[in-house]
């Protein structure tokens, strides 16, 4: 363990490896938004307590990553091998100790119009939550300001952390349909006013940018289902 905590320590100070951010409280210690990761081990055992931990490009060095899930946090194999590839869509996988979701958030590239989809891997406990994503993503940078501001809502216990995000994920997808409304209203005009090669190219990028939404707004809502609607402690 003391090795795994010492790489660990590592990440913090290392600017090219992965970005490791801990919000913590507890009965008897008040709100730290800057929890030194060598006593995390020791603060999950505190069933009491609520912890975030943040992990900004894992792919930086994901050996470390791996052994922090695996030495710390204990999770299956599958669910860390998971969590460091991006290739899933939105899903929810009940581990029993520990819930396994995979979620994306959307955003469209404000020079290019291409739609964009940010991966956000969650592990929810009873005591803590786990976020790991690739680059930064408002939703959770959003999140730690509320948290900064209003340390009430971290004392409302790690699921609230999640749903806080899940709302703030719901927002963006309402930003880009309607950026994908405006862009069709675009093209419809063009279509009547001035056609031109562009406008074809236009309504092709509008095309993908629904089917992509189309094709993680389901399974994400499945998710948001599962959660309402099952029994998890």
Known sequence: MAIATESMTKDVIDTQAPAIRIIHRSSEEALN???????????????????????????????????????VFHFHPLAIEDALCETHVPKLDDWGRYLYLVLHSIDFDPDSDHLRLHELDLFLGSNF????????????????????????????GA???????????????????????EAIDLAQEEVFDHPTPRTLQQIFRVKRSAVKIHRVIGPQREVANRLARDSYP
């Open 33 to 71: 938004l800057d929890f030194p990761i060598e006593r995390l081990a020791s603060a999950l055992a505190d069933e009491r307590a609520t912890i975030w931990v943040d992990i900004e490009n894992p792919g930086a060095d994901p050996t470390r990553v791996e052994a922090l899930f695996r030495d």
């Open 129 to 156: 939550l786990v976020s790991c994503h690739s680059g930064p993503m408002p939703q959770v940078n959003n999140v730690r300001r509320l948290i900064e501001r209003d340390a009430i809502r971290f004392e409302r």
């Open 159 to 181: 699921d609230h952390i999640l749903y806080r995000l899940m709302d703030m994920e719901a927002d963006a997808y309402l930003n880009a349909i309607e950026h994908l409304d």
